[in-house]
């Protein structure tokens, strides 16, 4: 980490404010290069959290009026010298300032490389800084909160108390077999079982909240299903804000798959649009109904939408065989119109149904009510512990699985030595998730998902 870093850290779009950080050793002494204040004081010489107003120049050029803002190490976001340029957000003008910055000899920042530094240098722990990106990402109050709780530390507190508990237990044992003629507290099995079982259940109450977790962080994989015009399409509209679908009175206008991520309360949705089901001789109408098919069975999560107005037929019946013993609401939609349907044989094959009339919006509410109850984020707790990556949780779920072959070799009455050895697989698996014992590509792959200037 010897070299000075800059990057813009605003969004590449035009704003009223845009930044350029620098970070590094030489942060100030590169931000002197092209920063002059007002008052002719230079930023080597002032003290952290001080702002200077004054001009960007591109060697004797002027770019534009800016405020510069010092952190003095280690009292700084990634914990080394840093300067923030506030300037105003023209993407040229932001443009034109980074590349003044790096022509005094600033080197361009990777993506999430700032984060890094700030992880690298003690600031943050591995899980605190996944929580970065999810802060940024939040497209709701419940995936904010759950995000800021990690940012936090709940989650590592957390980890680190079972982590603390299982390294005291395999201390214990490791005295007791390597020093038996000292006085070393005798040890009690049946006390080191619940201490075991205690971390376990601690590690499987994180791991329940997960999924409910990840449909406010990261989002579910949810498919819009139904057979021709029964409103697809009017309902992806209605939950996207926008019209993302083609809507008309032609069946088999939706051939492809048409995606995007919204919000439904609080449930983030990665929400796809999909081929009404029937069967059709047009081959592409035709390939689009198998492309529809194979999402449902991929999704974790299914709308399936029926048309009020319409007595069922073959196709409805397809589709609620494809449903079965899966996460689905079923969508009665066009309850505006006269009824034809058979709600009964729905309610009878659907534990979840809710009737809506997409085009006017009416059953909306419940609609989402109904999807928060199913996934379970009507109930999570966001301002406590939670997992929110696939990387913490496959470190918890290896925990668990080292924890159970510590208590079957304990049941089995093996050696301390190879309890011990379980243990310290459950212990490593822990450290990794707070990455206090993680390789170099476990990093890099956390970091290489952020975006630059982050």
Same mark, same amino acid.
């Given at each position: 980490?010897?070299?000075?870093?800059?990057?813009i850290?605003?969004?590449?779009s035009?704003?009223?404010?845009?930044?350029?950080?620098?970070?590094?050793?030489?942060?100030?002494?590169?931000?002197?290069?092209?920063? *002059?204040?007002?008052?002719?004081?230079?930023?080597?010489?002032?003290?952290?959290?001080?702002?200077?107003?004054?001009?960007?120049?591109?060697? /004797?050029?002027?770019?534009?009026?800016?405020?510069?803002?010092?952190? *003095?190490?280690?009292?700084?976001?990634?914990?080394?010298?840093?300067?923030?340029?506030?300037?105003?957000?023209?993407?040229?003008?932001?443009?034109?300032?980074?590349?003044?910055?790096?022509?005094?000899?600033?080197?361009?920042?990777?993506?999430?490389?700032?984060?890094?530094?700030?992880?690298? &240098?003690?600031k943050?722990?591995?899980?605190?800084?996944?929580?970065?990106?999810?802060?940024?990402?939040?497209?709701?109050?419940?995936?904010?909160?759950?995000?800021?709780?990690?940012?936090?530390?709940?989650?590592? !507190?957390?980890?680190?108390?079972?982590?603390?508990?299982?390294?005291?237990?395999?201390?214990?044992?490791?005295?007791w077999?390597?020093?038996?003629?000292?006085?070393v507290?005798?040890?009690?099995?049946?006390?080191?079982?619940?201490?075991?079982?205690?971390?376990?259940?601690?590690?499987?109450?994180?791991?329940?909240?997960?999924?409910?977790?990840?449909a406010?962080?990261?989002? +579910?994989?949810?498919?819009?299903?139904?057979?021709?015009?029964?409103? !697809?399409?009017?309902?992806?509209?209605?939950?996207?804000?926008?019209?993302?679908?083609?809507?008309?009175?032609?069946?088999?206008?939706?051939?492809?798959?048409?995606?995007?991520?919204?919000?439904?309360?609080?449930?983030?949705? &990665?929400?796809?649009?999909?081929?009404?089901?029937?069967?059709?001789?047009?081959?592409?109408?035709?390939?689009?109904?198998?492309?529809?098919?194979k999402?449902?069975?991929?999704?974790?999560?299914?709308?399936?939408?029926?048309?009020?107005?319409?007595?069922?037929?073959?196709?409805?019946?397809?589709?609620?065989?494809?449903?079965?013993?899966?996460?689905?609401?079923?969508?009665? &939609? !066009?309850?505006?119109?006269?009824?034809?349907?058979?709600?009964?044989?729905?309610?009878? &094959?659907?534990?979840?149904?809710?009737?809506?009339s997409?085009?006017?919006? /009416?059953?909306?509410?419940?609609?989402? /009510?109904?999807?928060a *109850?199913?996934?379970?984020?009507?109930?999570?707790?966001?301002?406590?512990? +939670?997992?929110?990556?696939?990387?913490?949780r496959?470190?918890?779920?290896?925990?668990?699985?080292?924890?159970?072959?510590?208590?079957?070799?304990?049941?089995?009455?093996?050696?301390? /030595?190879?309890?011990? +050895?379980?243990?310290?697989?459950?212990?490593s698996?822990?450290?990794?998730?707070?990455?206090?014992?993680?390789?170099?590509?476990?990093v890099?792959?956390?970091?290489?998902?952020?975006?630059?200037?982050?």
């Amino acid at each position: 980490m010897s070299s000075t870093i800059a990057a813009i850290a605003t969004p590449m779009s035009a704003g009223g404010i845009g930044i350029v950080r620098i970070s590094g050793e030489e942060a100030q002494q590169i931000a002197d290069k092209v920063f *002059k204040g007002v008052k002719g004081i230079k930023l080597v010489d002032t003290q952290g959290y001080v702002a200077q107003y004054g001009k960007v120049y591109d060697g /004797d050029t002027p770019i534009d009026e800016a405020i510069a803002l010092v952190f *003095k190490a280690p009292k700084s976001y990634t914990g080394e010298n840093v300067v923030e340029l506030s300037c105003h957000g023209g993407l040229y003008v932001m443009q034109r300032v980074l590349r003044a910055v790096f022509n005094a000899g600033a080197t361009p920042a990777q993506a999430g490389e700032f984060t890094k530094r700030a992880f690298l &240098n003690g600031k943050i722990d591995l899980a605190q800084a996944e929580s970065v990106m999810g802060v940024i990402s939040a497209q709701g109050q419940q995936g904010l909160q759950a995000s800021l709780s990690l940012r936090e530390g709940r989650l590592s !507190k957390k980890i680190d108390e079972i982590t603390n508990n299982l390294i005291s237990s395999a201390a214990h044992m490791s005295a007791w077999v390597d020093y038996p003629e000292d006085d070393v507290p005798e040890l009690d099995f049946s006390v080191l079982k619940e201490q075991f079982e205690s971390a376990r259940e601690s590690l499987e109450q994180l791991l329940k909240t997960f999924d409910s977790t990840k449909a406010i962080t990261q989002g +579910v994989n949810t498919v819009i299903a139904g057979r021709p015009n029964v409103g !697809k399409s009017t309902l992806m509209n209605l939950i996207s804000g926008t019209k993302r679908s083609i809507v008309t009175d032609i069946a088999g206008t939706t051939r492809d798959v048409v995606e995007q991520t919204v919000r439904l309360g609080e449930v983030v949705m &990665n929400l796809a649009d999909t081929a009404g089901i029937r069967e059709t001789d047009d081959p592409v109408e035709s390939i689009g109904v198998d492309i529809a098919k194979k999402r449902i069975e991929s999704a974790e999560f299914i709308l399936a939408v029926f048309d009020a107005s319409q007595t069922l037929d073959k196709e409805d019946k397809d589709l609620i065989e494809l449903c079965r013993d899966r996460n689905v609401i079923a969508v009665i &939609n !066009k309850t505006d119109l006269e009824k034809q349907l058979d709600t009964d044989y729905i309610e009878s &094959n659907f534990k979840n149904v809710v009737y809506i009339s997409a085009s006017s919006g /009416d059953g909306y509410e419940k609609l989402s /009510d109904c999807a928060a *109850k199913i996934l379970g984020t009507d109930k999570i707790d966001t301002t406590a512990a +939670v997992i929110t990556t696939e990387r913490q949780r496959a470190c918890c779920v290896k925990a668990v699985e080292s924890i159970n072959e510590a208590l079957s070799a304990m049941d089995m009455g093996l050696t301390l /030595d190879a309890i011990n +050895v379980c243990i310290d697989d459950a212990v490593s698996a822990l450290l990794e998730l707070t990455g206090k014992k993680a390789g170099e590509e476990i990093v890099n792959n956390v970091f290489h998902r952020f975006c630059v200037g982050k």
